[in-house]
């Protein structure tokens, strides 16, 4: 069944009443189930586990991915086939809503972890304890949410930003639940099934689950390893003096490499190819040319006889952060009208005599204005107590919020992309005027503004499609909560146990790289020290990066979005690793190429259908199902359904892996006596 929605037109020129009264008559679907007990405990399992991929991916690349079409997905799958075993009853469109809500929300919980949290730790060596933890990200979750409701009357029902991710879950739970159920069991299991895939090639490439399970032997990590070591193929190369190098520099050094995960591949699909040619641009730039260079120069300077991926971003980062923030920042800036409309928009009041015909089931503007003073007092006494923020500047860390948070919005609203690592360099630079010197309180207290915005920008995301599909705002404000709650109850053992486990080495290492740790703690470090300080050229390469990034978005500007570079990717290509931007970049040219190719087919077979009416023949168009398309345009189609089963199950078997080796292999290392018996237990579960 089509959305009903407002027409561009009527956006412009209806009130806001006339909207919500538009709503209500026409897509309020009233008292159909939503936050049932089943859609409830769905959606805090499904968000604990999504979340961890989140958490997975966040520590790889910086970045935190929606797990909202996946948990949609997985729901309607498994309620399906309840259902057909006849154990219970199908989940309500406004159920599968509620259960995503609930996901989404445990998914972008835990983002300060691997973000403001980490730089904390690089830069004081110690390690917040998990209590301590839970409860910042708690208070956090629960301002975002209420700075959240009171903006969607503005941004949601009345300008109708688009909020693009959450305008596509939108229309895949309504593909799912109101069409045609072969088509929605298809994407289910097609998700599945690569998950299913990936998680299998990450269970090959772990070197000692294959030894000590399997008597076998792994995937390489990297499928140039063949170059290197003790193999024969690596000492025929270096006996002929072939082994690949740029400036005298070892490939692999330089993170040059080609890696057999298939999870940045799926990341990279969904990014898009603009950002995946400019994060290549950049990485060739920064890993074929500027870093061999400054090695030569004695700039990069090699740790325990190695360069790698941390020695070469002490230097590179500077360039990179400075071209994404001075982009981000231009892109709000350069209209500034849009912030002025947006604050003056929420500032207004209504008429007297006017009635909101959403009270009852909107969330009350007066639980925000009582919880938001309460929740951010206890944020500043904590902060305090902590973190030795002073009083005064963690009070004014919750108003800034707010100015922030309309930033993130607008931005998410027409691009959904939140611009997080822009917000939290400016509040870095506010706090570094107001606090000069005081490393700690920039970090943290810059992170109050930065996840709180975020966290706001990334939940109007999330209301969008129950805005679409009718569903209950209220519900939806406890289905936000229920998720941060869920969120953390996995996500945090597992960063404390299993990814850290209490060594503060482990942060910003080639295992753990945290690109987005990186910046905040490099940001922190120059206030304290000041421009004079850095090598000159990284100086230079702060300048240049500025530029760019101006330079770039300029030319977005002139060219009305056609210009083809992204000037965050470029920035980004700075702080990640080569072999990631490789990976990223493939995902995203392989996944462009099959949309080219299906638009192809779609215009012959569309130009067939055409001739043969015209000649008083009947022809079928081409969207009869999966079954009738060639694999290429069922790919092309299926992108977000095979890029979120790869990362999901890629993800989860990671950090599986991950808990193996903490908890069980490094006390066992002879289970391989036992393969015969796994092996014959796989197949009769295969059977």
């Known amino acids: 069944m089509a959305i009903k929605q407002l027409t561009p037109e009527q956006v412009q ?34 968000g604990a586990l999504l979340a961890l991929t989140n958490l997975y991916i966040g520590v790889k690349t910086g970045w935190s991915l929606g797990v909202g079409i996946t948990s949609v997905i997985l729901s309607f799958a498994l309620f399906k086939i309840i259902a057909r075993l006849r154990l219970g009853r199908e989940m309500t469109l406004l159920e599968n809503n509620a259960m995503q809500s609930i996901a989404t929300s445990a998914g972008y919980t835990n983002s300060a972890l691997f973000s403001s949290f980490a730089a904390y730790t690089m830069i004081t060596r110690q390690i917040v304890p998990m209590h301590e933890v839970v409860i910042w990200l708690l208070v956090i979750a629960v301002i975002g949410v209420c700075f959240a409701f009171p903006m969607k009357k503005r941004f949601i029902n009345d300008e109708q930003l688009p909020f693009p991710e959450g305008m596509a879950a939108g229309v895949v739970m309504d593909m799912l639940h109101e069409s045609d159920e072969k088509e929605g069991l298809f994407k289910a299991k097609l998700l599945m099934v690569c998950g299913a895939i990936a998680a299998a090639i ?64 799926a990341t990279g699909g969904l990014t898009g190819i603009r950002a995946g040619t400019s994060m290549l641009i950049g990485g060739v730039l920064n890993y074929f040319i500027l870093a061999p260079w400054m090695i030569s120069k004695g700039v990069i300077l090699p740790h325990e006889g190695h360069y790698g991926f941390r020695q070469i971003t002490l230097w590179a980062l500077w ?27 929420f500032a207004r009041k209504r008429g007297k005599g006017r009635v909101d015909v959403l009270a009852d089931i909107e969330l ?42 309309l930033i993130a919005v607008n931005s998410t609203g027409l691009t959904s992309i939140t611009p997080v690592g822009a917000l939290g360099k400016l509040t870095q630079l506010t706090f570094g005027a107001l606090a000069p010197r005081n490393i700690v309180t920039n970090v943290m207290s810059a992170g109050i503004t930065a996840e709180v915005s975020s966290n706001a920008a990334n939940l109007l995301m999330d209301i969008k499609p129950g805005y679409m599909l009718g569903a209950k705002p209220r519900q939806q404000a406890v289905a ?36 987005a740790a990186v910046p905040w703690k490099a940001v922190a470090e120059l206030l304290m ?5 850095l090598h000159p050229t990284a100086r230079v390469a702060v300048a240049v990066g500025a530029v760019v990034g101006i330079v770039v978005e300029v030319s977005k500007q002139v ?42 087919w779609e215009d012959v077979e569309a130009a067939k259908a055409e001739q043969e009416t015209e000649k008083g023949e009947y022809r079928k168009a081409p969207d009869a199902g999966p079954a009738k398309k060639p694999w290429f345009a069922i790919a092309s189609e299926n992108c977000e359904a095979i890029c979120a089963g790869v990362i999901a199950g890629g993800a989860l078997m990671g950090i599986g892996i991950q808990v193996l080796d903490v908890f069980f292999f490094p006390e066992v290392k002879e289970l391989h006596a036992f393969a015969p018996v796994i092996k014959k237990a796989l197949e009769v579960l295969a059977h």
């Open 202 to 265: 990450e269970l090959w490439r772990d070197e000692m689950v294959m030894r000590v399970l399997f008597a076998a032997r792994s995937l390489p990590e990297f499928w140039d390893d063949l170059c290197y070591g003790d193999g024969a193929i690596a000492v025929w190369l270096k006996d002929h003096g072939l082994t690949p190098r740029i400036g005298g520099v070892e490939l692999k050094e330089l993170t040059i490499q080609w890696d057999s995960s298939v999870i940045l591949l």
């Open 364 to 405: 009350p503007l007066n639980v925000s204005l009582i919880t938001v003073p309460l929740a951010g007092a206890v944020l500043v006494i904590v902060g305090h107590a902590w973190f030795g923020i002073a009083y005064w500047l963690g009070a004014i860390a919750v108003p800034l919020v707010f100015v922030f948070s």
């Open 559 to 600: 060219t009305k979005g056609r210009f083809p570079l992204s000037a965050v990717g470029l920035g980004l290509a700075f702080v990640l690793s080569f072999h990631d931007i490789w990976a990223m970049f493939l995902g995203s040219f392989v996944f462009w190429l099959l949309e080219r190719k299906s638009k192809r």
């Open 319 to 345: 360039g990179g952060v400075a071209c994404m923030t001075t982009s981000s920042l231009y892109s709000f800036f350069s209209k500034p009208k849009v912030i002025l409309d947006a604050i003056r928009g």
């Open 13 to 46: 020129t209806m009130s806001l009443e006339e909207k919500d009264e538009w709503w209500l008559r026409n897509v309020y679907r009233g008292d159909m189930p939503q936050l049932t007990w089943r859609s409830g405990i769905t959606g805090m399992v499904l």
């Open 480 to 515: 936000h909560l229920l998720g941060a709650v869920s969120g953390l109850s996995l996500s945090v053992p597992i960063w404390y146990y299993v990814f850290i486990q209490g060594d503060i080495n482990r942060y910003c290492s080639d295992k753990l790289p945290m690109p």
């Open 529 to 533: 020290t000041g421009l004079e300080n």
